[in-house]
């Protein structure tokens, strides 16, 4: 995920599983102010490298609507 602020990158993040802390204040100012998350597909994000790995790993993915990832 990228955490902006006021149109400032203040944080990317690359692990869902941790707590990531960040200051803010040098971006926020009197009155108004924007935050924006913003979180990428874990799939299209990491679906590049596993398929170029010599030796994938075998997954799981099981869906109902036929709609598995490929690798």
Do not use: C
Request: charged fraction near 25%.
């Amino acid at each position: 995920a990228e955490v902006r602020v006021n149109g400032t990158l203040l944080i990317a993040a690359d692990n869902a599983h941790r707590r990531w802390r960040a200051d803010a204040k040098p971006l926020l100012r009197a009155g108004f102010n924007e935050i924006t998350v913003v979180i990428a597909s874990p799939i299209r994000r990491l679906q590049p490298m596993v398929l170029a790995e010599a030796h994938p790993l075998p997954g799981e993915y099981d869906s109902a609507f036929g709609d598995e990832p490929k690798g």
